[in-house]
């Protein structure tokens, strides 16, 4: 079992920015890949950054150039990075992590931390 939490979501003036951090319990968190997912009001959850056990990353087209994923394996954490916020980025963002060892597949997310981009 794997328990994440997320901080550091609140309210942010459009064009701020904001760190998002997920602790991971759990000694393998090297082999974890990572991820960032957001969800609004009446939207489906989507896919925000993700980064690797090989520290590989990819962004969904709309936060490309403005958000910045990592991770600190040491502190077992990961980090959104996010500038440049829209009202459109107000959601809920959830940390997630996936794993392989052999055939059997690991799923876990975090409760979420609310961002929202107001005036």
């Known amino acids: 079992q794997v328990q994440l939490v997320e901080s550091g979501g609140g309210l942010v003036q459009p064009g701020g920015s904001l760190r998002l951090s997920c602790a991971a319990s759990?000694?393998?968190?090297?082999?974890?890949?990572m991820a960032w997912y957001r969800q609004a009001p009446g939207e489906q959850r989507e896919l925000v950054a993700r980064i690797t056990s090989g520290n590989i990353t990819n962004y969904a087209h709309s936060v490309n150039g403005r958000f910045t994923i990592s991770r600190d394996n040491a502190q077992r954490t990961v980090y959104l990075q996010m500038s440049s916020l829209q009202p459109e980025d107000t959601a809920v963002y959830y940390c997630?992590?996936?794993?392989?060892?052999?055939?059997?597949?690991?799923?876990?997310w975090g409760p979420g931390t609310q961002v929202t981009v107001s005036s």
């Open positions: 759990g000694s393998d968190f090297n082999i974890f890949n």
């Open positions: 997630n992590a996936d794993w392989t060892i052999g055939s059997w597949e690991y799923n876990f």
